[in-house]
């Protein structure tokens, strides 16, 4: 299915954040892709060695210098072009971008809802291309591997929702939760907040505190709550609070859920203990990037910062009659730009590995 | 009522941990006290500056040794001897020290339940002492202040309680939230955990890091749920997920809970909102250490760390009908040395912010 | 020779800041002083409280409104105004409020040089008030009490030159070091930079980061310079380098020295040794605020961070002919805003550890 | 020259620590090499993915298990093996692997000296085994190749060394710096203690904390100066002093030279500045590990940490005739576990950037 050659030839537009930073790092080490141009307004003119030094001992990062973005002469140049852009932004340029021919790979929310009416909901402008919402494809690869493959628009999943939907899905599919009362307690390292200079995430004013925010009402709630009204096959409303912590990265999830069935007894909860082994293990004993934990360990970001693999546990207990499923992530690898490559491997047909290891 | 001449002579026995630390240097600068002892094995024969240099500035740090410690001594020498010990251990201390007349407080989870049949369920062995549980006082003063007044045996709080309870409690007496489904997922700083050499707890190990622990069983459960339980009139079973965070010192703590009543239309969001404020209002607007954050305010560790206040917010979720309520607190003062040195404030008769400003 | 009635009125301009913001703690709290005025442009109409969150429980800060600073009424207010404004700023607010007949204490470094000609040199513009540089009073309560008594401007020493001035200047009045080839490594945490909105000092740019700046010229050489030109009598020329590492607050200062005299038998050893240890006796055994460290402790900013006080080490290394000197200290304490207070305590006649403690 | 097949059979003895374990990561994902077996008292019996989770995705990490470390039959199963032991045990596992007819690369100091009085003095023990020091080879790629092509023990050398002789050695060699007066000034991130469950190390002793350590004989200064020495061709005393920071990774060094040649004038800064440049330009261009920086950059230990490189910059001072040289690395990389990757790859003729990019 795939027509792209090896390597194809890819671009990023907006690299200056974490995200793009990443991905300027991810993609001048694939193994299958050819960085030909990355943009930067505030950087154009510069190389990729002299904005991010950490790179400079890869040859091609004193070549490349940023570009002003111009999505014809971006189209021309890459196959396919990653927009690491803020949402409303993104979208402007998706579009000449699609048009002139390119594949896109959106990490902003720009294109993850179906519906454009939640996107004014929740983004608090109308969205810029309604009519691409149809032909988008929800970049999570565990879940829409095969939409992806022929994509020409993908909408990379959100950080907070990846975390959350890899674990909640299997189960919801499944029927051994129910789609009603989930909660999700979410932290997330503070390059979840970008590259701004604001005071809020100053050093200062981040190491040694610990805060919630976006309470009660987040954006991600939106495309957390359609990808999982999508399995349910019911709407689902769910209760979402992200904190911050004085981590660069990773994010942490605590899900507590109420399985279908009720266990108290011993073999009640080895019973629905097995269920759940066997959901997650048909879901994803075969996936390079789903790392379910068994024995007595939990997530831990630090073992997943630096990877694309998110970390998985579960616990029933049996006084509360609920389900507590956990787990990690790195925001910026697995929750935004790992992810995005991850995408770009399905879709091009290399190995899923590639370039993420 | 008190008893207590002014200085009241105290003692630490435990003076080697954070708790103690933080107690010896609460007692050298308390107005109305007179640290006579500090015990620690380890330690004895050293001054409190050597073993705390940054205290070594004040006089008395230079004068007072650490001793082995001696139950029938210190009842001889202090008025109140605070037992900043292991579980298990302080109860052998509190028992001689009680009998030679000695008030007693005491940061351990010793004397915190009611039932001995609890206290063995989670802390895995028998209780011993179990007579005296009875008569012990559990030292949270928003709660039990008339009652700490008379005490002979004070059980402070831990930690992730007062975290929990000083937010539930005035919610479940008033009737505005239900006595089910609660739910508390809360945030640790490693000071919890203790000055331990344990490899779990080195700087590398936590820094860069975010990982739960004691799911779903946390031995904080039993005195949460009997504290709920006496307040609700009704036993009370709740969730509770402990989460490790690389900070030196705070807890955070996110609870869902239920309220009585529907809400879903804007007026029966301000009339239930007007409820639980009023409802705070009541129980903690002349209280100098619970600070209930208005506005768009949200609790943050660092506005709480080296205080002795707790922060309170909360926020109703029509979408889910949840009420979500947020505090924040320093886990070694108000979690730990601080609330103890208020209940020695109370007991004796001192005003109740005496070296705690 | 004080003036000054108690409780003084006191009054701080830049109120917004870090050093402000601890200003703002130490004069809500001092047992002589009442804040009368905070001002800051941006925050002008807010209370303390709705500010600093973090003082809401004291009841002042619920009453006291920032306000636009205005020199005329200031004076008519407050008995001794404090500036924690930039450089070139703070000499525009210090004329009008000299002439008005408040006492200044200003912690730029606007009046901390004698010379005019090393302002611009180092500060790269014309100094705003040349004339005011003969009167003001170098605030390093330890070398100048005697002048800060009757001072009616006072410029309080930069947080590095404290970290390198105290554990040297006694060394070089007793010329027991050479003034020459002094080499001074710092480190400094992040609240050095100040709270400005700069993408340098986000979390995830200093978090898990070192690194040098402002080498090899820092601004902070000219006060050091001519304060050691001072001590020693002939000018000094040194070799100073900071570093930001990723705490909140602490300065730590390593100085290379060279003694005058040669050491290399123990004996020689020895008596150099105790000649040290009689200097630093004789410059500040009765000092509250510095502590000479004995045995084999050395300095740790965490034994400092939250006092006011200076920690100091040394030790002789025959080796290389060399004695390391090594400090720590709160750059926020010692380094501004506690030694501003100091000084305070110093000029009105109050107990020098009033409100420090 | 080589006469190891690819993949080479390697193994780790010692492989719990820090510097084992980034050792594991890297030899897993080498494409020259097969990891064959690891060792670890405390381990054996157990997976590489039960004792490493983050290693877990990698298909060979749940079949390899840890091994009782058994010096015959490692030497079978490998043809290098990798000691990552404490100084002292590493020299008893060197001698009967050499006698066996492996390769040894040694991460601790026993083999870094070639005189054994050295190694007594530091090291307070006599060597175990002097007659090896003539034979084993100083792992330091960049000066050492060569040598390292037919070595059959090597020495990898120390985290501080590394940082402060790649900066020093070519001025040295060139005349351009004296021999004498050199100060090193360092700073570590906190692994650099090692995986040890000592109190010192714990994440509230270490965070919010900057302290020195080892002054001013720290055991490095031995493999420092003895190659300093070498280079020089002269005895060379240095003064070396490091402090621990809290971070995970990363040493910052600061070193204080004295070039040969006077410069005052802006000719002669230019003129040695431009020999100084040369001299870095002959021995680093090609150097894919070490990064001369240019224009305003200055090392920062966040660039480097994760990589194999150490980042260099420098600065001439006219005011005080020193030339400052900054030097940044990942102290667990290219101060251990990287650069002994580093010299398998000269030792086996791999691509030097097989596997460490």
Redo the contacts between chains.
């Keep these: 299915m795939s027509t792209f050659r090896s390597p194809v030839r890819v671009a990023i537009v907006g690299a200056s954040g ?1 995200s793009g930073e990443e991905l300027v790092r991810l993609l001048l ?1 694939h193994p299958h892709a050819d960085l030909v141009a990355v943009t930067s307004r505030q950087n154009a003119g510069q190389t990729v060695a002299q904005i991010f ?2 790179f ?3 040859p091609k990062s004193r070549a490349l210098r940023f570009s002003e973005p111009d999505a014809a002469a971006l189209a021309r140049q890459a196959d396919v072009v990653f927009l690491a852009l803020p949402h409303g932004v993104a979208a402007e340029y998706a579009i000449p971008l699609l048009q002139a021919g390119a594949v896109v790979i959106d990490l902003s929310a720009d294109f993850r809802l179906k519906s454009a009416a939640v996107y004014r909901e929740f983004y608090a402008h109308d969205h810029p291309a309604p009519e691409l919402l149809a032909q988008s494809v929800y970049g999570l690869p565990e879940v829409y591997r095969a939409q992806i493959r022929g994509a020409r628009l993908i909408a990379s999943p959100g950080c907070y929702p990846t975390s959350i939907l890899l674990p909640t899905l299997p189960l919801l599919k499944a029927g051994i939760i129910r789609p009603t009362g989930i ?1 999700a ?1 979410s ?1 997330s ?3 979840g907040a970008g ?5 809020d ?13 976006g ?3 987040h954006r991600h709630l939106s495309e957390i709550e359609e990808q999982l009204a999508i399995a349910a096959g019911v709407p689902v ?3 979402f ?1 992200p ?1 911050l ?6 994010i ?1 999830t ?1 899900l ?1 859920l109420a399985p279908t069935e009720n266990f108290s007894t011993a073999a009640e909860v080895a019973a629905l203990g097995q269920r759940i082994t066997d959901c997650y293990a048909a879901a994803y004993a075969q996936e ?2 789903v ?1 379910v ?1 068994e024995g007595k ?11 694309n ?1 998110v ?1 998985i546990a579960w ?3 049996p ?2 009659g ?1 389900l ?1 499923v ?1 787990s ?1 992530e790195d925001n910026i690898l697995k929750g935004a730009s790992g992810q995005a490559v991850q995408s770009l491997n399905v879709l091009a047909g290399f190995p899923e590995i590639a370039g993420l ?1």
Excluded at 201 to 213: G, M, P, T, W
Excluded at 297 to 307: F, I, R
């Design positions: 974490y080490n030094p950490k400079a001992s890869h909660i307690d932290m390292g503070v390059s590259r701004k200079a604001e005071v995430y100053l050093f200062c004013e981040c190491n040694e505190s610990v805060r919630a925010y309470v009660p009402k409303t769910i209760q609070t904190h912590i004085p981590v660069n990265r990773g942490h605590t507590y390079p990037f790392r934990l360990a939990l997530p831990d970001t630090k073992n997943v910062v630096g990877t693999v970390e616990r029933l207990d006084r509360t609920r507590i956990l990690a290891l």
